[in-house]
């Protein structure tokens, strides 16, 4: 098992997000860093993610909270996504991959 640190910079403004969720899948598509501003970018991440055998890893309502640890029982390329949310569905967000 590994232990993977992830960190992000906060909007400047969070008074209209309720928190952020963190989706993770195995694979390394979606792999680069992306700075997901239109819903359908979203929505087609979240999509992605469910159809590789991804998961919700994690809802976090501290708007303040900068960094999530995750651990992964299996070595090799894990993609992350982070996003922040509302009332209305997921926002802007961002992903990455990571390699253990």
Same mark, same amino acid.
């Given at each position: 098992?590994?232990?993977?640190?992830?960190?992000? #910079? +906060?909007?400047? &403004?969070?008074?209209? !997000? +309720? $928190?952020?969720? !963190?989706? /993770?899948?195995? $694979? #390394? +598509?979606?792999? =680069?860093?992306? &700075?997901?501003?239109? !819903?359908?970018?979203?929505?087609?991440?979240?999509?992605?993610?469910?159809?590789? &055998?991804?998961?919700? /890893?994690?809802?976090?309502?501290?708007?303040? =909270? #900068?960094?999530?640890?995750?651990?992964?029982?299996?070595?090799?390329?894990?993609?992350?996504? !982070?996003?922040?949310? +509302? #009332?209305? $569905?997921? $926002?802007?967000?961002?992903?990455?991959?990571?390699?253990?």
């Amino acid at each position: 098992m590994a232990t993977v640190e992830l960190n992000w #910079t +906060n909007p400047t &403004d969070t008074t209209e !997000i +309720n $928190g952020y969720r !963190i989706y /993770r899948y195995k $694979g #390394t +598509n979606y792999a =680069q860093t992306l &700075d997901i501003t239109e !819903i359908e970018d979203v929505d087609a991440f979240i999509e992605y993610v469910f159809k590789y &055998d991804g998961e919700l /890893r994690a809802t976090i309502t501290d708007k303040n =909270q #900068t960094s999530y640890s995750d651990t992964v029982e299996a070595s090799g390329t894990y993609s992350y996504g !982070i996003f922040s949310y +509302n #009332t209305a $569905g997921p $926002g802007p967000g961002c992903s990455t991959k990571v390699v253990v």
